[in-house]
C-alpha cells in the first residue's frame, strides 16, 4: 500500500520496507476526530480502510478513502494542522510518526530527496490552479 503513495514514488524497494516497517496501525470510530485543526501533529496518515473527511472552521472541504494519505507536511514541520480529520466510517490507518521519518531521512537521504519532489510537485500544482 505504501508504494501506491505519490509521496514515496521513486523509492527502491528497500527504501518501502524501511517505511512500512516504522509505521503503525491505528484505528478510529465514526465521528472519532484523528487530527484537529490548529493542533500539532505527530505524523502521516495513510488511510488502510475506512473513510473521513477533511474540515476547516468545521466546513467540509475534501473526502478521503482507502489508499488517501493525509498529514505529510507534518513529516517536514510542526506547525499547526491544516484542518480536521474526521473518521465517517470504521477507519483504520497507518501512522508515520514525524520523528521516525526524520530518523529515516537521515539513514538514507534518498527519501528525503524523493520527498522534497514531490512536494514541490503539488506546491506547483496548487499554485497552478490559484493563479488561473
Known amino acids: 500500500m505504501i508504494r501506491s503513495v505519490s509521496l ?19 484505528s478510529f470510530q465514526p465521528g472519532e476526530t484523528i487530527v484537529k485543526e490548529g493542533k500539532t501533529g505527530v505524523g502521516f496518515y ?5 473513510s473521513v473527511e477533511v474540515r476547516r472552521k468545521g466546513k467540509t472541504i475534501s473526502g478521503l478513502k482507502k489508499g488517501d494519505f493525509f498529514g505529510e507536511m507534518t513529516l ?16 483504520t490507518c497507518y501512522v508515520l510518526v514525524a520523528w521516525a521519518f526524520l530518523g529515516l531521512i537521515r539513514s538514507d ?3 528525503g530527496v524523493n520527498l522534497m519532489k514531490e512536494l514541490v510537485r503539488r506546491l506547483r500544482g496548487t499554485n497552478m490552479s490559484l493563479t488561473e
Request: overall charge neutral; some cysteine.
Open 46 to 50: 495513510l488511510i488502510a480502510d475506512g
Open 109 to 111: 537521504p534518498d527519501i
Open 8 to 26: 514515496f514514488k521513486g523509492l527502491r524497494e528497500r527504501e518501502l520496507k524501511s517505511i512500512a516497517k516504522r509505521c503503525v496501525e491505528r
Open 76 to 91: 517536514i514541520d510542526d506547525q499547526p494542522r491544516s484542518a480536521d480529520v474526521v473518521a465517517i466510517t470504521p477507519t
